[in-house]
């Protein structure tokens, strides 16, 4: 099964999607995205990692342990790739075990986490604390990042002890953000001092350039609270959050209870667009979300419902805008830098936690997040899924004497329960003060409902006061409140609240395969909203499945497989309104899909695939066994308006290795499944592409990818049937015509070029890939302003020659900038461009409501083995710009080039002339207009340049340049200035080669 969610292509084995949906499997495993994003692929590590925690699962075979977590009941090793299918089939085969352990039993990922990216010291209070004696002095604050710069002034004799957890070789921080995290808390400058300047840190390096495996943290928390036994631990640290909780968050919350220790998590930087991040979803975990200088919310700062039962997270806020700390070596320029993020924000509330744990040495973590929060001052307009209980005070924290702390505050009711709707919280007062406190109590919230009004909280001494959750009869949402203690001065905030689940059913599906029998432990079923695409999964046993749904439509995909007879998929529609339904499934309705084809010389590629949609909501089915039984495909005959769905199989010469051609034959259905869903191919009624694929200067390799659409937006699904293809080469292509079909082009592990589709017909086409000039794009959207915010992403400087296509290569490094009078506005460092994570890449900027010149520049380097072209990219833009009232597309253009007669290595002979064809490609939504081109040329590197003719064309513009008499290259530089007066300015490096 292949689907694509929240932008992330899973891959996931009809043996493993039940211990999948079980929670036994971590789902991270066949994310295919996340895997190369997180440099797990073949090209990158030989291992798989995984993180195990069984007392019953089978050994894996090969399994080399990389470190135990012995206090953590886990275990990391690394399984070979070599023996990954053996030790797979061995699992697979113990799945009953892996099932029977699912309470205990877990295989996770190792998966990788990322940095969650002056005046704020006082902002939260921390001055006036000082002045109080209170900077912290004899708390250990452990701070898990990238390491520290040992040489920096404001770290000097701050750090008392230092381990290193990641695959870096030191301590010493490469990236910039431990340092800056580090002295934000505990830094001794005289111009910018941390919050606790008092403390002492314990650094533990987790993660460096490359980012944060979940392994090293996990060993970096354990020796945080154990071994070094600090009172905080800081963890500017996060990650994509589900419902399961993963071993952070379960190392979190039991770390968190064994040993007292605060761990202040950032809440994320996905602004409104995800819940707030992993580990800082976790119950134990003080998450810090981020606001500016004038306490409004950071637009970045992730917000709640918690993923699951819409629990309140984040906790509390801090100021994490242009935060100005220590910059490591290297990493900057100057020995302070300027960040933002919610990174930023956490360490404010670690040091604050650490003055407070001065203060109150006997606390408990946990008492230390319950001060913090209750003391906290809200934000006008902020919603508490946004802000927890509001910004940090730190001065109201230490001159409180009262805490609050709740039990079982937050209910998640399901629609019909056993229990009802009612639940029963405790808030206990603690009063560590030496006078008694008579806390007046209100509640807001319309499902809250306290016991009393009044509490009497003796000094030194607890008191007690129920607090009733009651949502009967709500209708289905969050219901968020707040309980508030006042006396005199204190004032102390509790959010309760609870979450009604909408009116949901049981649903049962049965399901029969093709001999009649209970379908086996290998079925799989997936409703789904055809209106939002939202999904759930059920996993059978004996043929049954049982799931729990909203009221609603909902679509049924089902997919029986057995190996006497290979896979049947089946779609129903399901109108779930009422208790006790029941649906079945019966596999002997299927009829087999045959494609076949009139070309003798061909035969089928051992894999079939089928592509499903429906509204916003996309699945894929691949079968790569040899093309017998267990690869047939079966589909259960049903009509559905609004459904598209095909099945693909692939051919290729019987004889000829590596074979010289593709046929690439789709049978497409609409509005359900057909009675007969086989297609009769016939080779002279096929498209017929001719592809050339160029090489950059250098042999080299490519893969060719592909995939139809089965509507309107681009393909879901680019699969890569045949083996690289050596560069130069050519490959013929027969394909179902009639259909668009998306194409990219994959050199090495990093450069990835796309195009933008292309319908193609019976008939014969050509096409050429990896042609020179790489260089900037604008074929995807390029950049926007939304009122006062600009967006910008900066990646996609290496499109190859072709009309209409977009590039990016993720090992190509630089910076992008945007800059006013001079003034840098913004700035953001490049690296890991992939062209599928444009925001990976991206620059963001507040700008001033009025109208003004902007320049906006980026710039990339690589060195790479595939490529000796356009090694240095740049583009500088000037525009004008001032507030929308709505997304306005940025207006910037690029040249585009494709010079002629260049040979297969894009090759020009010295001493020849090169016509060289040129049009300007706009960002989407504007229209270029140049009324001035100019163009230079370089035969060193851009040592000196010379100016180079243009002549106007029909579709842009000509010149011909002179090559160099001497084997070397030719760089481009133009200069393009538009009627509005925009203007860019382009150079690429190495355009071309000359021999």
Partial sequence: MKQVLDGHLYVIPS????????????????????????????????????????????????????RPLAGLGMTTLRVPKTSAAQTWKELAGGARTLTAGAGTTKIWLDGRRSFS???????????EAWKQGMTGEGVTVAVLDSGYDPDHPDLKDVVVQARNFSAEPDVRDLFGHGTHVASTIAGKGEKYRGVAPGARLAIGKVGGISGITDSALLAGMEWAAVEVGAKVVNMSIGGPDQAEIDPVEQAVNTLSARTGTLFVVAAGNDGGGRPVSTPASADAALAVGAVDRQDQIADFSSTGPREG????????????????????????????VARSGTSMATPHVAGAAAILAQRHPGWTGQQLKAALTGSAVPAQGATPYQQGTGRVDLVRALKQQVVAQAEGAWAAFPRDGPDGREKTATLTYTNSGDTPVTLDLTEDGEVLELGAQRLEVPAGGQASVSLAIDATGKAPGDYVGTVTATAGDTVIRTLAGAYVEPESYDVTVKAIDRNGDPAGPQTYAQFYDPRTAATREAFFQDGTARIRLPKGDWNLITDIWGRTFGTVLSHTSVKVDRAGQQVTVDARQGRQALITLDDATAAPLNVADVELSLGPWTMGFTQGSPMGVTSRFYFVPVRQEGMRASFRTFWKSKDVSPSPYLYDLVARYTDGFPDDPSYAARQKDLAKVTAAYRASGVAAKGLPLFGHRLGAEPAKFLMAPLDDVDLPGTRTYYRTPGLVWDSAFQVGD???????????ERGHTREVWNAAVSGPSLARPGGSRTGDKLTFPAGAL????????????????????????????????????????PKACELRADLPGEDATYALSTSMRRQ??????????????????????????????????APAGLDDLNRAKAGSRTR??????????????????????????????HRVPVVRTASGWTAVVPNPRTAGFVSLRVKATGASGADVVQTVTRAYAVH
């Avoid at 990216?117 to 001055?127: C, E, R």
């Fill in 15 to 66: 043996d493993a999607r039940p211990l999948v949906a079980q929670g036994v499997l971590d789902r991270r495993l066949f994310d295919v995205t996340q895997l190369l994003q997180w440099r797990y692929g073949d090209a990158d590590t030989g291992d798989i990692p995984l993180i195990t925690q069984s007392a019953t699962a089978p050994a894996l075979r090969g399994a080399r342990e990389a």
């Fill in 117 to 127: 990216l002056d005046g704020s010291v006082k902002q939260i209070g921390a001055t």
């Fill in 309 to 336: 039962d819409h629990a309140v997270k984040p906790d509390i806020t801090a100021p994490g805008v242009e935060i100005v700390a220590a910059a490591a070596a290297g990493t900057a320029e100057g020995s302070h």
């Fill in 750 to 760: 990093t450069l990835l070029v796309a195009d933008g589709g292309r319908a193609v």
């Fill in 798 to 837: 290496f499109a190859d020659g072709g009309a209409g296509r977009t590039g990016a290569d993720a090992a190509a490094t630089g910076t992008a900038t945007l800059t006013r009078d001079g003034q840098v506005l913004a700035k953001t460092d490049l690296a890991g461009c992939w062209l599928d994570r």
């Fill in 864 to 897: 790479v083995p595939y490529s000796t072209l356009s090694t240095a990219v740049d583009a500088t833009w000037t525009f004008r710009s001032s507030h929308t009232r709505q997304e306005r597309p940025l207006p910037l253009m690029v040249m585009r080039y």
């Fill in 916 to 945: 060289l064809p040129m049009w300007l490609e706009g960002n989407p939504g504007t229209r270029p207009q140049a009324v001035l081109v100019r163009l230079e040329m370089s035969s060193d590197d851009g040592a000196s340049w």
